[in-house]
């Protein structure tokens, strides 16, 4: 139980093209998914969180007009990287909080973002 | 918000070795997760363990919470436990991750 997916797992785009990354809990309801990023060889920073039906609270420093968060259903959690740059080239993995009244997060497998 | 200090950054065994990681937290959490990044990224659930202990076969977690630290165990390492150990936590659904500890199991 309590499996994340993401898709694509590895996406190239051009600069200036915008990217979507879709985040699933597949046999369970997420309220709340996370958006994280990381950075070759460092740890995970999140980007944001994400409540169904609300709009996503971003971290400091993080651009909410460039990377859009999108919950609209309770299994279904998208980041769209708007205008992208090779700055944004990275890998981005979402979580979604367990259905267990605990605060235990599941990761989805990631998502490799390479900007050309 | 809340700092996550994790040790050691490097730690080389020889397979059949035990060791112990450590994850120490700049103030008191609720919320305390270990996991293992393998090398395609997927990080994998070890621990949910805001405070006790708990074990899963080779491996098991103690965490202080007055004290604000948790320790990762394995023992009899494995080739196959190679990779990043990570600790994250905080309070409610507010989590940090630390730098992680970079395991190598040789043969």
């Known amino acids: 139980g309590a499996v994340v997916s993401q898709h694509p797992s590895r996406v190239i785009c051009k600069s200036g093209t915008s990217v979507k990354i879709e985040c699933r809990s597949l046999?369970?309801?997420?309220?709340?998914m996370f958006w994280y990023r990381q950075f070759p060889k460092k740890s995970l920073m999140l980007m944001a969180t994400?409540?169904?039906?609300?709009?996503?609270?971003?971290e400091q420093g993080v651009e909410k007009d460039k990377f859009l968060i999108n919950h609209a259903s309770l299994t279904l959690s998208t980041l769209t990287v708007t205008s992208a740059h090779p700055e944004d080239s990275s890998f981005y993995i979402c979580s979604a909080e367990a259905p267990t009244g605990t605060y235990e997060q599941y990761f989805g497998p990631g998502t490799r973002l390479t900007v050309t | 918000g809340i700092q996550v200090e994790q040790s050691p950054p490097d730690l080389i065994l020889q397979e059949g070795a035990n060791s112990t990681l450590r994850c120490n937290f700049s103030?008191?959490?609720?919320?305390l997760q270990w996991f293992h990044q393998n090398p395609w990224g997927q990080l994998i659930n070890l621990f949910y363990i805001p405070s006790g202990t708990k074990q899963n076969g080779r491996l098991s977690a103690t965490t202080v919470a007055t004290e604000r630290y948790s320790l990762l165990y394995i023992s009899s390492s494995q080739t196959t436990d190679s990779g990043v150990y990570f600790c994250?936590?905080?309070?409610?659904?507010?989590?940090?991750f630390g730098a992680g500890t970079r395991l190598t199991v040789k043969p």
């Open positions: 046999d369970f309801q997420a309220t709340t």
């Open positions: 994250a936590g905080g309070n409610n659904n507010d989590m940090r």
């Open positions: 994400s409540n169904e039906g609300s709009k996503a609270t971003y």
């Open positions: 103030d008191s959490v609720n919320n």
